[in-house]
């Protein structure tokens, strides 16, 4: 019985994380390293725009 269990273990994760259509944890650490970068780019992107906003808006304000 023990023959079975343990070969079945660690081949059950091999082909979904290979494929990734299994839609588990293959799938998920994909989806999470692809929108990582996008992610702390929107953010990054987002800081920027917020402070040029804030500048313009100061600046205005100023020279009114």
Avoid: I
Avoid at 10 to 38: H, N
């Amino acid at each position: 019985p023990a023959t079975p269990g343990t070969p079945a273990t660690p081949a059950t994760p091999a082909p979904a994380a290979s494929t990734g259509a299994g839609s588990g944890q293959g799938g998920l650490a994909r989806t999470g390293v692809e929108l990582a970068p996008l992610v702390a780019g929107g953010t990054l992107m987002l800081l920027l725009g917020g402070l040029l906003l804030a500048r313009r808006r100061r600046a205005e304000f100023g020279e009114s």
